[in-house]
């Protein structure tokens, strides 16, 4: 029998023109003998705007739609209609490399220990050419709970990004999905489950992330002084009550 790796995908009207670049990356992936992907694309909305651009000819895509809540409203609700051990986040204007999704099988298969993964990440700008970030972390494990100071103390700015997350599903659905934010919904996922679990970081680049003008990223509300404030501080108070409270992934079997 297959076993499956979900691609979750919300998308808006101005980003739908973008899908079938993510497309092509996906059909370009790799998989392990035994797996397939499956790409739920979940519409922020329900508009005419997107549904022209999703594959019609590939049976392994599935489109919804649903009432306008944001990104992570989308993400979530996406999740009731995918099965598989494993998700992983494409945003609608972005690319996964060639060996993006087997190398996070891999960790994630070989590594029963490790909840989720992440990668290296190049912007990719408008004219084609692509630019690095700097202070990428070392290949390898992040432990439980260290994501949270580094992030802390960069000026709220993660060390790894949330755009290449690969997670365990029944984790991510532990969690409650994405948070309940207007912005910021991934990395508050993303530090939850580094409070409760450990991650891994590959130093293999994984996503091509697309710097346009039109992306959410890049409105004034995003930066909004006031806004930014709140949507951090939540983020940092779930992660530090989780972190506290002493649940972890994979759970400790209390012996008999």
Same mark, same amino acid.
């Given at each position: 029998?297959?076993?499956?790796?979900?691609?979750? =995908?919300?998308?808006?009207?101005?980003?739908?023109?973008?899908?079938?670049?993510?497309?092509?990356?996906?059909?370009?992936?790799?998989?392990?003998?035994?797996?397939?992907?499956?790409?739920?694309?979940?519409?922020?909305?329900?508009?005419?705007?997107?549904?022209?651009?999703?594959?019609?000819?590939?049976?392994?895509?599935?489109?919804?739609?649903? /009432?306008?809540?944001?990104?992570?409203?989308?993400?979530?609700?996406?999740? %009731?209609?995918?099965?598989?051990?494993?998700?992983?986040?494409?945003?609608?204007?972005?690319?996964?490399?060639?060996?993006? @999704? %087997?190398?996070?099988?891999?960790?994630?298969?070989?590594? /029963?220990?490790?909840?989720?993964? =992440?990668?290296?990440?190049?912007?990719?700008?408008?004219?084609?050419?692509?630019?690095? *970030?700097?202070?990428?972390?070392?290949?390898?494990?992040?432990?439980?709970? =260290?994501?949270?100071?580094?992030?802390? %103390?960069?000026?709220? @700015?993660?060390?790894?990004?949330?755009?290449? @997350?690969?997670?365990?599903?029944?984790?991510?659905?532990?969690?409650?999905?994405?948070?309940?934010?207007?912005?910021?919904?991934?990395?508050?996922?993303?530090?939850?489950?580094?409070?409760?679990?450990?991650?891994? *970081?590959?130093?293999?680049?994984?996503?091509?992330?697309?710097?346009?003008?039109?992306?959410?990223?890049?409105?004034?509300?995003?930066?909004?002084?006031?806004?930014?404030?709140?949507?951090?501080?939540?983020?940092?108070?779930?992660?530090?009550?989780?972190?506290? *409270?002493?649940? =972890?992934?994979?759970?400790?079997?209390?012996?008999?």
């Amino acid at each position: 029998m297959l076993r499956r790796v979900v691609v979750v =995908t919300a998308v808006h009207g101005p980003s739908a023109a973008y899908l079938p670049q993510a497309h092509a990356s996906l059909c370009a992936q790799e998989l392990p003998s035994g797996w397939e992907w499956h790409w739920v694309i979940q519409e922020d909305g329900r508009t005419d705007a997107v549904r022209p651009y999703v594959p019609d000819d590939d049976p392994r895509v599935t489109f919804r739609q649903g /009432r306008p809540g944001g990104p992570g409203v989308a993400r979530t609700l996406a999740l %009731a209609h995918t099965e598989g051990a494993y998700a992983k986040i494409l945003d609608a204007d972005d690319q996964l490399t060639p060996g993006a @999704l %087997a190398r996070d099988l891999a960790v994630l298969e070989g590594h /029963r220990s490790v909840g989720w993964t =992440t990668s290296r990440v190049l912007d990719l700008l408008p004219d084609g050419s692509t630019a690095a *970030f700097p202070g990428d972390p070392a290949d390898g494990p992040i432990e439980p709970g =260290t994501l949270v100071g580094a992030w802390r %103390a960069n000026d709220w @700015l993660a060390p790894v990004h949330p755009a290449t @997350l690969c997670v365990r599903r029944d984790l991510l659905l532990a969690l409650g999905g994405w948070m309940a934010l207007p912005a910021s919904e991934d990395t508050g996922l993303l530090l939850a489950l580094s409070s409760v679990s450990r991650g891994w *970081f590959s130093a293999e680049v994984g996503l091509l992330y697309r710097k346009w003008e039109g992306q959410a990223t890049g409105q004034a509300a995003h930066v909004d002084p006031a806004e930014r404030a709140a949507r951090m501080a939540v983020v940092e108070a779930r992660a530090r009550a989780l972190g506290s *409270f002493g649940w =972890t992934y994979p759970p400790v079997t209390a012996p008999g």
